[in-house]
T-cell receptor, first 116, second 113 residues
């Protein structure tokens, strides 16, 4: 099956620093990728939709200047949490749509961000 | 977005069948019914999806009511590895924002040995 990787799997940073999370589709081309955030014991919340070569579409209430998304190639999207604060600590998960099979979203394993 | 309603939790015994219900009374004619599951500390995993007819794959079966206002995910023989949160999600036919998945609270399935 299709595989999506995320890097890093876990990151701890100081308040005020920026953190970049990578999401890669390993064996398929993904014209569309999605970024989710999940707080403990809560469901996934969609943050933004990322289309290759164009600006991301952010969900209501998500600050686009704080969560920078870049989808520069068909296999890579990045999420940068700028000036991170403790309330940004969460589980960040990406997913990707196979260009040739858009029925299924393939999810990455997630990145655990802890901001001290 | 059309919403779904699922029980918060269900319990099953190992090697017994599990029927996970989902109500979606406001489903539109072009909404597909998708099921994903999430194991602890992992990203969600696709399980199955369907439109009108019942569907089977190696993981599960999906039974869709004739009026499409409800569906049931069937795990034929539950294993301990099936313990997860199961999400029933409606997704539009195609294009742009229709590909978005809106996750509800899902059903936490516990499998007893």
């Amino acid at each position: 099956g299709a595989v999506v990787s995320q890097h890093p799997s876990r990151v701890i940073c100081k308040s005020g620093t920026s953190v970049k999370i990578e999401c890669r589709s390993l064996d398929f081309q993904a014209t569309t990728m999605f970024w989710y955030r999940q707080f403990p014991k809560k469901s996934l919340m969609l943050m933004a939709t990322s289309n290759e070569g164009s600006k991301a579409t952010y969900e209501q209430g998500v600050e686009k200047d704080k969560f920078l998304i870049n989808h520069a190639s068909l296999t890579l999207s990045t999420l940068t949490v700028t000036s991170a604060h403790p309330e940004d600590s969460s589980f960040y998960i990406c997913s990707a749509l196979d260009y040739f099979n858009t029925d299924t979203q393939y999810f990455g394993p997630g990145t655990r961000l802890t901001v001290l | 977005d059309a919403k779904t309603t699922q029980p918060n939790s269900m319990e099953s015994n190992e090697e017994e069948p599990v029927h996970l219900p989902c109500n979606h009374s406001t489903i539109s004619g072009t909404d597909y019914i998708h099921w994903y599951r999430q194991l602890p500390s992992q990203g969600p995993e696709y399980v199955i999806h369907g439109l009108t007819s019942n569907v089977n794959n190696r993981m599960a079966s999906l039974a869709i009511a004739e009026d499409r206002k409800s569906s049931t995910l069937i795990l034929h023989r539950a294993t301990l590895r099936d313990a997860a949160v199961y999400y029933c999600i409606l997704r539009g036919l195609s294009g742009g924002s229709n590909y978005k998945l809106t996750f509800g609270k899902g059903t936490l399935l516990t499998v007893n040995p």
